[in-house]
């Protein structure tokens, strides 16, 4: 493994000198915020640059320097940045005098529910306001349906930070196999399993052994913490057959996945319906909505009238109605244009997966991004990351393999061309991130060329 340490140095001293309000800002950041950020994954070294403005693919640096972005709120901006189709329908909102929270049902609710059931086939749906409570609600109903209590996940998925799946979500030397936090039951280490992603041979095992007790299998059709590998088609089938015959729930988090690759969850394409599919993300057009949406005999567990209900309760600002209006907004856009959509989004995915391959190649390095399997998602993707495989035969099929630093050069993706690429001002997340309906031609050409620079500094470090 390339020890990286005289180059990083030098990039970092290169980006403060680029971004020194960003510099001060942080320090006065983190007098008052832990570690200067409300959100670990908005945190790098030497610091993150801070913004005063975003606008469709690009954000302004304090200094003032336009940034084209791929990180987009966390990949929920399909849109790009402060879309005009959302901030007119928020301005219409608050002009008519209403929007801000009441605590009172009203219609924006029903609209948005039943749009997002009809989308995606769900018999029910809860609103809430984050990925996090989403995935921690549907796993307490998956519990109480089942009468079990094992959660069974994937090394490297991420649920946000619910803490009934808070176990192998980082790397830690012996794997994915630690619980992460501090602070939550000590029970949870027994509590979740955690299981290769793409392996079927894997999963059959574990379900052999434990099925009984499983009360559900959740992950990410594309985890995005672990390369936005497409589940392949025989793991989503064998997830959704091992679940059923084992009287355990399929959860699929969808939290990324949903409307990110046709104006429904990404199953649809894989021809598979989970029992709860949690939402969040783009189906609030840039506002803190989240959902859990299935089957009714499920969700019913959740109703005030239900025996023993589950307490999917928390919420003062749970269907927020602006957060209802934007999210209309959101969804019936991209309803009404999924033909137009979906294709030219992931046309540029593809294309910009290629030709960062490509520049790598040309200066005799090798990359291999992730984010797309033709088989199991042949209508391609507009999600990434960049990996710098150690041979040309690494395989890249889980998280496993591309965080594992004996097979793929992490510390070149994850800090030096991150800083690389924002010298040239391209801000990408694991090497690359989420293409935007805004990110334009000009705008990818402008992106490779910066991975160029980038690949040619990489060539003259040797
Ligand atoms: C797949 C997945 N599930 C759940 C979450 C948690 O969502 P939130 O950050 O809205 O709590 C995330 C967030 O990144 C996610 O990517």
């Given at each position: 493994?390339k020890?990286?340490e005289?180059?990083?140095?030098?990039?970092?001293?290169?980006?403060e000198?680029k971004?020194?309000r960003?510099r001060v800002a942080?320090?006065e950041a983190?007098?008052?915020l832990?570690?200067?950020?409300?959100h670990?994954?908005?945190?790098?070294?030497?610091?993150?640059?801070?913004?005063?403005?975003?606008?469709?693919?690009?954000?302004?640096?304090?200094g003032?320097a336009?940034?084209?972005?791929?990180w987009?709120?966390?990949?929920?901006?399909?849109?790009?940045?402060n879309?005009?189709?959302?901030?007119e329908a928020l301005?219409a909102e608050?002009?008519?005098g209403?929007g801000l929270?009441?605590?009172?049902?009203?219609e924006?609710q029903?609209?948005?529910?039943?749009?997002l059931?009809?989308?995606?086939?769900a018999?029910?749906v809860r609103?809430?306001?984050s990925g996090t409570?989403?995935?921690?609600?549907?796993i307490m109903?998956?519990r109480?349906f089942?009468?079990?209590?094992?959660?069974l996940k994937v090394?490297g998925?991420?649920h946000?930070?619910?803490?009934?799946?808070?176990?192998?979500?980082a790397?830690?030397?012996a794997?994915f196999?630690a619980v992460?936090s501090?602070?939550?039951?000590?029970s949870?280490d027994?509590e979740?399993l955690v299981t290769?992603f793409?392996d079927?041979e894997a999963?059959?095992?574990v379900f052999?052994?434990r099925?009984?007790?499983i009360?559900?299998?959740i992950f990410?059709?594309?985890?995005g913490?672990?390369?936005f590998i497409?589940a392949?088609?025989?793991?989503?089938?064998?997830?959704?057959?091992?679940?059923?015959?084992?009287?355990?729930l399929?959860?699929?988090?969808?939290v990324?996945?949903?409307f990110?690759y046709c104006?429904s969850?990404v199953?649809?394409?894989?021809?598979?319906?989970?029992?709860?599919?949690?939402?969040?993300?783009?189906?609030?057009?840039g506002?803190?909505?989240?959902a859990?949406?299935g089957?009714?005999?499920v969700?019913?567990?959740?109703?005030?009238?239900?025996?023993?209900?589950v307490w999917?309760?928390?919420?003062t600002f749970a269907?927020?109605?602006?957060?209802?209006?934007a999210?209309?907004a959101?969804?019936?856009?991209l309803i009404?244009?999924?033909?137009?959509i979906y294709?030219?989004?992931?046309?540029k995915g593809d294309?910009l997966?290629?030709?960062?391959?490509?520049?790598?190649?040309?200066?005799g390095i090798?990359?291999?991004?992730?984010?797309?399997d033709?088989?199991?998602?042949?209508?391609?993707?507009s999600?990434g990351?960049v990996?710098?495989?150690l041979?040309?035969d690494?395989p890249l099929?889980?998280p496993?393999d591309?965080?594992?630093?004996?097979l793929?050069?992490?510390t070149?993706?994850?800090?030096?061309?991150?800083?690389g690429?924002?010298?040239?001002g391209?801000?990408?997340v694991?090497?690359?991130?989420?293409?935007?309906?805004?990110?334009?031609?000009?705008t990818?050409a402008?992106?490779?060329e910066?991975?160029?620079?980038?690949?040619?500094r990489l060539?003259?470090?040797?």
């Open positions: 493994m020890n990286h005289a180059f990083l140095t030098r990039l970092y001293q290169e980006y000198a971004y020194p960003s942080h320090q983190r007098r008052v832990i570690d200067g950020v409300s670990g994954a908005r945190l790098f070294e030497p610091f993150p640059f801070r913004i005063t403005a975003a606008c469709g693919p690009w954000v302004r640096e304090l003032g336009e940034i084209i972005d791929y987009q709120g966390h990949y929920a901006n399909i849109l790009g940045h879309p005009p189709l959302i901030v301005q608050l002009a008519r209403f929270q009441t605590g009172l049902p009203d924006g029903t609209a948005l529910a039943a749009l059931a009809q989308a995606t086939g018999e029910k609103l809430t306001t409570l989403a995935t921690m609600y549907a109903l998956a109480a089942t009468g079990r209590d094992v959660v090394g998925g991420w946000g930070a619910n803490p009934l799946a808070l176990k192998g979500v790397r830690t030397q794997g196999t992460d501090t602070g939550i039951s000590k949870a027994q979740i290769r793409n079927v999963l059959e095992e052999r052994r099925g009984e007790e009360a559900c299998f990410e059709p594309c985890p913490g672990g390369g497409p392949t088609k025989a793991f989503m089938r064998a997830a959704r057959d091992l679940t059923q015959r084992y009287g355990a399929l959860i699929l988090d969808e990324i996945t949903g990110r104006a969850g199953q649809k394409l894989y021809g598979v319906q989970a029992d709860l599919t949690t939402f969040g993300k783009i189906i609030g057009g506002m803190p909505v989240s859990v949406a089957r009714a005999d969700m019913e567990r959740a109703s005030e009238s239900a025996p023993r209900r999917f309760n928390g919420g269907a927020h109605p602006l957060s209802m209006r999210g209309l959101m969804l019936e856009y009404a244009n999924e033909g137009a294709p030219a989004l992931a046309a294309g997966r290629r030709g960062i391959e490509r520049v790598f190649a040309d200066r090798l990359a291999r991004c992730t984010g797309a033709a088989e199991a998602l042949p209508a391609g993707s999600l990351w990996n710098f495989p041979r040309e690494t099929t889980a496993e591309i965080t594992d630093p004996s793929c050069d992490v070149l993706r994850e800090k030096a061309l991150k800083i690429l924002l010298l040239e391209v801000n990408v694991h090497g690359l991130g989420a293409i935007s309906t805004e990110h334009t031609e000009g990818l402008r992106t490779l910066a991975y160029d620079a980038f690949a040619k060539r003259a470090e040797g």
